[in-house]
């Protein structure tokens, strides 16, 4: 009887504990109980986006936004996870009005102004992208990231010159930035310096782990020797 007692007590301690295997399964569980509450909704909306589980995550923000505000999530930052859903579901312009919405209530929010160009540059409106990038930056944002996103947007319109230049201010602010070390190979490529683009991809390969990153990268560094006449 003893130990049938001690394992129905195991059998509950790892039921309960269980909860706390993910943020999932954490959030989930504290919105179940706090169901009439806005902050474990959001977080469990936030859980869900995390681990790809969109549509899941868009139900959870609705059931925030169809609730009475009780002040524990700003609404700058709902709508933001909103257009972050929609964005990655591919759903462009229904993250551009949600990141709008944000920016009613953070009307100097650098990080949506950023969310905001990369939608636009996902839409190919490369003078919206520039100027919510732009605008990010006056207002004091992320200098590596609103300057990454400009160098994408000059990259699209085939402006190299001026994507070297702020992928480079980019690693000039984090020498380690990996993203940067590529685009700035890929912009030099797209220029013709292949030398240029070499050294940089090779900076890049230094730095980088993920296997297919690094596939690619020698791939690229495979066509720079080829142009270069070394094979």
């Known amino acids: 009887m003893a ?8 059998v509950a301690a790892y039921q309960r504990n269980g909860i706390y295997l993910t943020p999932v399964t954490l959030w989930g569980v504290t919105a179940d109980v706090a169901w009439h509450k806005q902050r474990p909704h959001e977080n469990y909306g936030q859980s869900l986006s995390a681990v790809g589980f969109y549509e899941e995550a868009l139900r959870e923000f609705k059931i925030v936004q169809s609730m009475p505000e009780d002040g524990s999530v700003p609404l700058r930052d709902l709508y933001r996870e909103i257009g972050v859903v929609y964005f990655r579901l591919n ?3 229904e ?7 944000g920016l009613v209530y ?6 949506l102004m950023n969310n905001l160009a990369l939608a636009f540059l996902k839409k190919g409106q490369y003078a919206e992208a520039e100027a919510y990038a732009t605008q990010g930056m006056v207002l004091g944002g992320t200098k590596p990231t609103l300057l990454n996103t400009l160098g994408e947007v000059a990259m699209r319109q085939r402006d190299y010159e001026r ?3 702020y992928f480079t201010r980019v690693l000039e602010i984090n020498p380690d930035d990996s993203a940067a070390a590529w685009n700035v190979a890929l912009a030099h490529t797209e220029q013709g310096q292949y030398e240029k683009a070499l050294t940089e991809v090779t900076q890049y390969l230094a730095r980088e782990t993920e296997p297919q990153s690094r596939q690619q990268a020698r791939e690229l560094v495979d066509s720079l020797n080829r142009k270069l006449g070394r094979h």
């Open 3 to 10: 130990i049938a007692v001690i394992i129905g007590y195991a």
């Open 91 to 93: 759903m462009i312009d």
């Open 95 to 101: 993250s551009i009005v949600a990141w709008k919405k």
């Open 106 to 111: 953070a009307v100097y929010d650098p990080g």
């Open 163 to 165: 994507a070297v230049d």
